[in-house]
């Protein structure tokens, strides 16, 4: 029995490759309908993508093979979803991201921020969270959370050395642990006394004092450290909320919108999405600190904020931020590389932030006359990753050894700041069609009527508030996503919570925005998302550890998110009403 189990288990994924799509095929039979068939596509596809019995970007290729075979869609139409604006927007941000690796500017931002905030406990905690939130916004968060993490460590260690050091040379003796010397003093036979007039028993007692303090020292230094893994994974999923293309579920959602409702003026772009999501990243981003300093700080603020600090408390901050500052001085000064990929991305930013800023006319339509059909904000991204393989890295040029043949030397000139060599190896095209497959089924589902067919089911929720709906979506999706990918997430529900919206004459960004921020709420477990799985391969925390801490940041994570969504998000997007653009069966006033 005991074998077979085993058997089982090894080949679990073909067995869900074989019998899924068996077990639900009565459905498109038994209903020969093209919902029922746009429908049994959508199952068979979540199944696999929950379990990943097939990869991820493989499973969302499903449409273009069994949408024509079901008469759904035919190939052309179903191919052209895979390469839509909000994926450009997507590789135009991730060049740039890559080019910000390559010439390791952002951990140059990490030192800086870090030399600025300082070493104390809890001013040292939030200084990785605002480094490693800030650099998430624009480079993926598991490319932040690696470089980091290593960061981290370098300083803790430091901080445990120089710790370990002092009380080792019997410097920190009396500020340690005072209260050892107290209670033994005055409780000695008179056997031990005599011994104590020779020096024995008080080199006994120092040496088991500072055996004690070591093992505290340890024990806080473990504590400490797990904190701070803590913060760092979790401090890059909230960052990558921030941004529209900080991470993929906010692209998800813009290609869903701009898939469903074609005419509905662009009210996703960045600008937008920035002025909603930045505010509501940063409150989340102070809860998880405060969560994190209770947890694994405890309520001891004046030691946490270094108000109190002893001897040997500001021995190891000082050895922390020598450590720090001998990093950035390995970095050297900024060479012309860095400085150029810097302005080059300012330059990125503020295109975005201008194009359509809403409150006055943006760039687009101030030079193109164009405000919504064709300059969008991937024509930005993609204008700025030209210009980095245009750019030289160097504004010189090398002379190379004399050639074998001729005895001259070669001029070279010098390479670009980003070469397609460098992308090919760091750029996740997996994602790409991953977009793609969820703007196919979103595509698919409206050409069924499988969309519609939806919305008439789920009119009974008009009876429940509005803020009820959202509160309970975000519950669902949050726990969804710790069980499966955020992007697969997000791309089944968008369509079904867009469909339930026109049916109830709810404004489809008020379930749609909170749900897509809950799918990046993955804090519980090591396999929600990546950043969680290379701060839980370095062996300090347990999975307790991170379900512990993670159960709390989820549920203040959906408080949060539901607040943003009823007060600036309400006031931003005009939630209050129904808008014109999504009433496409014309059954809302």
């Given amino acids: 029995m005991a074998g077979f189990w085993q058997m089982t288990v090894a080949f679990r994924k073909y067995l869900i490759l074989v019998f899924v799509p068996l077990v639900f095929l009565p459905l498109p039979l038994a209903i020969p309908t093209k919902e029922a068939e746009c429908g049994y596509v959508i199952i068979v596809m979540a199944l696999f993508w929950c379990t990943e019995a097939l990869p991820l970007a493989v499973t969302a290729l499903l449409p273009v093979l069994l949408f024509p075979m079901m008469n759904i869609m035919d190939s052309t139409t179903v191919c052209q979803e895979y390469l839509k604006d909000s994926n450009m927007l997507f590789i135009g941000g991730l060049l740039m991201a890559v080019a910000i690796e390559t010439w390791n500017l952002h951990k140059r931002v990490a030192l800086w921020v870090l030399l600025i905030t300082g070493v104390r406990p809890a001013l040292l905690l939030l200084g990785f969270m605002v480094v490693t939130a800030f650099l998430s916004m624009w480079i993926s968060n598991t490319a932040t959370t690696a470089m980091m993490v290593p960061i981290a460590q370098a300083v803790l ?110 009210v996703i772009n960045f600008a937008s999405w920035f002025s909603f999501a930045f505010p509501t990243m940063v409150v989340l981003l102070i809860l998880a600190w405060f969560w994190l300093l209770i947890l694994y700080l405890g309520f001891n603020f004046r030691k946490s904020f270094g108000c109190a600090a002893d001897a040997t408390t500001k021995a190891k ?33 503020l295109l975005w932030f201008t194009r359509e800023p809403g409150f006055i006319p943006g760039w687009a339509t101030v030079l193109f006359n164009s405000k919504d059909s064709y300059v969008t904000d991937a024509t930005a991204a993609i204008f700025v990753s030209i210009l980095l393989f245009m750019i030289p890295a160097n504004i010189g040029y090398t002379v190379s050894d004399r050639e074998q043949t001729g005895g001259k030397s070669k001029i070279r000139a010098p390479p670009a700041l980003l070469d397609w060599k460098t992308v090919h190896e760091k750029m996740p095209w997996n994602i790409v069609f991953l977009l793609g497959g969820g703007f196919a089924l979103a595509k698919g589902s ?144």
């Fill in 157 to 266: 260690d430091q901080m445990h050395k120089s710790e370990m050091e002092f009380v080792v040379t019997g410097q920190g003796h009396e500020n340690v642990n005072k209260a050892f010397e107290l209670q033994e003093t005055p409780s000695k036979p008179d056997g031990v006394k005599e011994e104590s007039e020779k020096g024995s028993t008080h080199v006994l007692t120092l040496e088991e004092d500072r055996k004690i303090n070591e093992n505290l020292l340890e024990k806080e230094h473990k504590k400490f450290s797990k904190g701070m893994s803590l913060c760092i994974c979790y401090s890059a999923s909230i960052g990558g909320i921030a941004t529209l293309t900080g991470t993929t579920p906010n692209l998800v959602l813009q290609g869903q919108i701009n898939q469903l409702f074609p005419s509905n003026g662009n």
């Fill in 317 to 349: 901050e000082e050895q922390a931020y020598k450590t720090i500052k001998e990093e950035s001085k390995k970095l050297g000064p900024m060479k012309f590389p860095e400085i150029a990929v810097l302005t080059i991305f300012i330059l990125l930013v």
């Fill in 446 to 589: 409206e050409e069924s009527g499988l969309s519609a067919w939806l919305g008439t089911q789920l009119t009974p929720l008009e009876q429940i508030p509005a803020p009820a709906i959202a509160l309970l979506l975000c519950l669902l999706i949050a726990t969804f996503t710790e069980c499966t990918s955020n992007v697969a997430t997000t791309t089944l529900f968008l369509p079904i919570l867009a469909s339930m919206a026109e049916a109830i004459c709810l404004h489809p960004l008020y379930v749609m925005l909170p749900c897509t921020l809950a799918a990046s709420l993955a804090f519980m477990l090591p396999v929600a998302t990546p950043p969680n799985a290379i701060v839980f391969s370095y062996g300090q925390l347990r999975v307790v550890d991170m379900a512990k801490a993670g159960f709390m940041l989820n549920i203040l994570g959906v408080l949060t998110i539901t607040l943003a969504i009823n007060t600036w998000g309400s006031s931003l997007f005009d939630l209050q009403t129904f808008p014109s653009w999504a009433n496409r069966t014309g059954t809302c006033p």
